[in-house]
C-alpha cells in the first residue's frame, strides 16, 4: 500500500503551494527572514534583537482515532507539542499559542477535553494559550469529527536562529527516538488498519482495542494515540552542550520531505536505518500493509522524531548531554532529487 | 427563526468556553497583558516598546455559499480582513498572517483561487504571509467542502492600546457600514435562503443566483458574497483626528455579543437603530425567516460593521475624516445583563 492510494497525495499539495508561491512571496516585507519551505517563518521585529518565529499545524486524521476511541485529550497535547517542535526547529523558544477549534455541532464536553488539555500543555512548556477561536458549522463536517489548528509564536535571539546554510559535510546527525507516529502518516496507517481489521473479522474498533502480543499485550490504539513528543527540554540539553547547526522535525512528508529542510542545497543526508530499532507499531503497519521501505520512510517517521545537525567535534558530547539520543548518520555532498541516502538496509 | 434552530448554539460555544477558563488563566504569562474576551491577546515583549497583538478566526460556513457558486476568492479575502479589523479593535496594525487549508481532496485550483486571495490581501494591507498549513483529511469533511482558519499577528505601541477602560459615560458611538453580513451569522441566513428557495419552487443554486429587485438587480449570491470590509484606512484617519477610547468589530454574537467587548463592566450603550439605513439583504433575510429583531441584532451586524468609541468631544472631527461613519449613539451607565439598550425601533 502506498500513501496515494489512500486519498492523499503530497504532489498535489505541492502543485498547488507552487501555484500561489509568486503571490505569497509579493507579501514580504523588510521584517521578512529567509524563504517559503522553512519549519517556521522569521520576523525581525524593529528595536529588539528577539526574532519571531511563527507556525501552524493541525493534527490531520489522528483525530479520526481519537474520536473512534473517545480519547480526546492526546490530541490536544499533540498539536501543542508538534508546533512546540517546529519553533525548536528554528531555534525558537514558545512564546505563546493560539487554537482553531471547528465541528459541525459543538460537544462542550469533548472541546473541554480536547482544549483544555491544550491549555495544560502549553503551561507544562511555558508557553501562553493567548487566544482561539470555536466555529460551529453545521453539514461541513461528517457527524461527529472536528479539526484542530494551533497556530505557536516563538521568539528566539538573532544570533541563536538555527538557519540550514550552516551544515557542513562531515557534521554528524543525532535521532531522538519518537514516541509513535507523532501526527502524521495517519491516513495510511489507518487505511492500513482498516483492511487488516476486515482480514480479522473485527470492526475497527475492536481491533483498534485489542491487546496485540507485538507491543507487549498494549493495544493498536495505544500506540497509534501516543502523545507526540515534546523536544523543548532535550533541544535546550543539546544546545546548551554542542554547537548544534540546524534542527529537522520529522513530519508529513517522513525523511525525504523533512531531514533537506534542515540542509543547504548541494548537501544531503546519509543515514543508517540499522543505527535504532524501528518501533513495533511501524513494523506491523509496513507488514499488514505491505508498504514499500521507501513509502514508509516517505510516510512516517519511523522511530525518530527529530535530527539534529551537530558539528562532528562535538558528538560525544551531544550523545552525553541526552541519553536516549543515537547517532544515525552524516552530513554528504548529494546529487540528484532525493538528499537522504540509507546507508544500507 | 432564531439561531438556534440552525444548529448554531452560542451558550454552547459559552458553556464550553467556560469549563476550561481556569485552565488557560493558569498559561498566562508575565508578558500577557489583559484577560479572556478581547479582540486579540496582547504580548509584550521584553526590550521593545512594541505589543504583540494575536487573533484567530474562521469563515464559517460563508464558505459552503463560496463553493456552492463556485466563487471562492472572496473568503480568502475575507479571513484576511476579519482579523485586521480584530486587530485593529485592539489598537495594532498588522505584521503577518499564516493560514490553516483543509479539506478530504484538496484540489490545487481551487486551493489557489482561495489561498492566493488571501495573500492578495496581505500585500494589499502590508501583512506579510509568514506561512500556512494544507491538510488533507479524507473522509472528514463532506464532499467538496474545505476549512479556513487564520492567524493575524499585528504590533501596537504600548500607549496606543485600545482598552475598553478608556472609555466612558457620554461618550458617543460612530459606527462604519458594513458591506453586508461580512463572515458571520451565514448558518441562519442560509437556513431562510434554503426555506425561501423550497418556497418558489427553485433549487437554492437558481435561487441564489436569481435577480432580485430588491438588491437593484443583483443576485442573493452577490449580496451573500460581499467581502468582508478592511476597515485599516478608516481607523488610521478616524485615530489621526479623534480621541478614540476603543473599537468593537461586529462578529459573531452581532451587536449584544460585541459592542460590550470595547466597554468597561458597568458602562453600556444606547443605539439607535434609525440613525442608519438596514441594507435590504438583512430586511430580505428577516422578512423571509420571520426573524425577530432581538435575534437579527444578535446574528447579525444589521448594516454597521465597526463601531468606535469616541470622545463626545470629538464627534465632529470624527465625522469629519470618515465620510461614510454615522453617530449611532452614546454610551451610558447600565445595569442588567443586557447592555445594549436600543433608543426606539
Known sequence: MRYQDTGVDI???EDALARIRDRVRATKRPEVIGDIGAFGGLFRLAGTDTVLVATTDGVGTKLEIARLLDRHEGVGTDLVHHCVNDALAMGAEPLFFLDYFSTSTLEPEIFARVVGAMADACRAHGCALLGGETAEMPGMYVPGAYDLAGFLVGGVARDRILDPAAAREGDVLIGLPSTGLHTNGYSLARAICDRAAARAELDIRSFLLAPQPELRGASLGDALL??????LDDVRALRAAATVRSIAHLTGGGWEGNLPRALPPGLGATVDP???IVPPVFRMLVEWGGVAD???????????GLVAVVAAADERAALRALPDAIRI??????SGPRR???ASR
Chains 1, 2 share one sequence.
Not at 226 to 231: I, L
Open 329 to 334: 548518520g552524516m552530513v554528504e555532498r548529494t
Open 11 to 13: 504532489s498535489r499539495a
Open 340 to 342: 537522504v541516502r540509507w
Open 274 to 276: 540499522n543505527a535504532w
Open 294 to 304: 521507501a513509502d514508509a520512510f516517505g510516510a512516517w517517521n519511523m522511530g525518530i
Open 226 to 231: 501516543a502523545t507526540h513528543r515534546c523536544y
